[in-house]
């Protein structure tokens, strides 16, 4: 078989960015999706005053792969940028909220950080390089910036992107431009002056620190997808395998054969869907582990607590509080609550507190009351929308197994020509970074002789 033919595992935004630049080329595929519906977690609700995100809340456009899809599906979907406000972060410290710094002056003067550690960040840039590619991000953040920069800082970070645990975290692998600041500049702060001073190729212009939704929910740019894609070409409530030959998939009696195959499920999915690997193949990938986070979606037709004038607030684990974090999106969005309402996205759990993912709804929402309300300023907590969604593979954490499992799916993938073994257990966990993966995935097959 000598023609191109692409077999493509889940329809979230991995495996349809992968599609649709497929598609493009003109190279036949088939997206096997094992639920009734494509976006994986990225799905959009409303019920009609509320227009809220049940999965991711809004992405960074990191890569210029993402702003490129965007123009590609211009017309098709609406790109959203947030508003002013989502510059400013919220950090929770003894009580109150405070915000992160943003310029020198604040910096100066915030309580987020000790006077002593203030005085660190003077001396980082003359601070000797770490050596220890699988060193946590905890243990770099304190030899570099000091534990109060990790307290308040890192540490929500760190909630924010991976509900996870920097001491768990390794930056080499999790926050790969963060670690290459020390390795090439030997400095986070001269790191960052002087790469703000190289110039910049076009790719890096169109990456960027904005925020980004889409008009009318993210998932708009998943139907935006299905509809270039063409619905008859993903296959809904598949229980698809794969033999080695030629990759033969296997469903529902019927065999058909691929020449490529993108598996873009969890790390945990692969032995089922891939019966030729071996237990040994496999056992470095499987380990892989991934935070459990419950999402509460909270709205408000009139909204009477604080004023909502930030991207939302980070909960340190210091602070011993139950949620990680609330996102203010009716501030950052448009159309999301009514004019004088207030929708909210709260997540609990994560890798430090993942008994509270186990809690049962009635017991949980209590718990997520009882903060809410303190933090967010409110007498009374009676909310017009209050929603959970439970993930129990929300995350994937880059720890230090990282080295091993990516040095097993190169392995397996040179031994196995055409099978790529993607979606977040490599690469990157945010949107931006699925996209950049999805993409060059497809153009790697489009490109190969
Ligand atoms: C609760 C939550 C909040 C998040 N918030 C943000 C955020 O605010 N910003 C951000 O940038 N990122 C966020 N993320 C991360 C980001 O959403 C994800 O990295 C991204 O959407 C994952 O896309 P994906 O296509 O790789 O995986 P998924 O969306 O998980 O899609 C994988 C698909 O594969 C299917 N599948 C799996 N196994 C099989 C199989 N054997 N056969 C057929 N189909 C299969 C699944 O059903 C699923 O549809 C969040 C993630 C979660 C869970």
Known sequence: MDKKKVAIIGAGISGLTAAYYLKKAGIPFTVFEQKKFAGGVMQSKTDGTF???TGPNSGVISHAELADLFCDLNGKCELELANEASVKRLIWQKGKWTPLPSGLFSAVSTPL??????????????RKKGNNPNENLAE?????????????AIDPFILGIYAGDPNYIVPKYALPKLYNLEQKYGSFVGGTIKKAKEPKTENDQKATRKIFSVKGGLQNLIHALVEEIGPENIQYQSDVKFTDHRFTAIKQGKQETFSHVISTGTATSLPELFPFLSESDLQ???????????EASIGFKIWQGIKLDAFGGLVPYIENKNILGVLFMSSLFENRAPKEGGLFTVFVGGMRK???????????????????KEMMGLEKFHPDLFELNYYNQAIAQYGSDSEARLAAITQIEKEHK???????????????DRVKQGKELALQIVNQS
């Open 354 to 372: 993942a008994y509270l993912a186990d809690l049962p709804e009635d017991k949980l929402k209590a718990i997520i009351a009882d903060d809410f």
């Open 51 to 53: 227009l809220y995100e």
């Open 284 to 294: 470095n990938i499987t380990v892989l582990k991934y935070a459990k986070v419950v």
């Open 140 to 152: 770099l953040v304190k030899r570099r910036l000091g534990k109060s920069f990790l307290n308040y």
């Open 418 to 432: 055409g099978l790529y073994l993607a979606g977040s257990m490599r690469d990157g966990v945010g949107i931006a």
């Open 113 to 126: 950080f000790t006077l002593k550690d203030k005085f660190r960040v003077l001396l980082e840039p003359f």
